[in-house]
């Protein structure tokens, strides 16, 4: 069973309408009857069924052309957002490099130090009396 929805004034209708347009203009979106039928609590057929002009506006505004944008489009953050991400992938490689070649000298120079210590202290290594 359905619900009796109460028939609303067009004054307060179109006062709704305005609202959404005026935010669609915001947002640079397209109105629908949807958006303003479920702000007046009523289903898209119902508001349909009673409010035909206001359906047929909307669907005129949802055609028009919208305005030309101003910045820059999605697109085109999207390229410039890809080209700084690899940017950054390129310098972080590049300090990743370094900091593998900085590793491998301490590593070295830790081994010759490590030798040298060992060597003034007469400390034999494990390794070399099982060589022998």
């Known amino acids: 069973m359905t619900r009796r929805v109460p028939d609303l004034p067009e004054a307060l209708v179109r006062k709704h309408l305005e609202e ?3 935010t ?4 640079n979106t397209r109105p629908s009857v949807l958006m303003l039928a479920c702000r007046l609590d009523l289903t898209n057929t119902t508001f349909r069924r009673r409010y035909p002009d206001i359906a ?3 669907g005129e505004q949802r ?3 919208t305005a030309p944008r101003t910045g820059p489009t999605e697109h085109d953050r999207l390229i410039a957002c890809n080209a700084k991400l690899r940017r950054r992938n390129r310098d972080l490689s590049a300090q ?4 593998a070649a900085q590793i491998q000298h301490l590593t070295l120079h830790n ?3 490590q030798e040298a ?3 003034t202290s007469n400390v034999t290594s494990i390794s070399r009396i ?3």
């Open 20 to 22: 959404v347009l005026k």
């Open 24 to 27: 669609c203009r915001e947002t």
């Open 56 to 58: 047929r506006e909307i």
């Open 63 to 65: 055609t028009a052309p």
């Open 96 to 99: 990743l490099a370094l900091a």
């Open 111 to 113: 081994q010759r130090l």
């Open 117 to 119: 210590l060992e060597a």
């Open 130 to 132: 099982q060589n022998r």
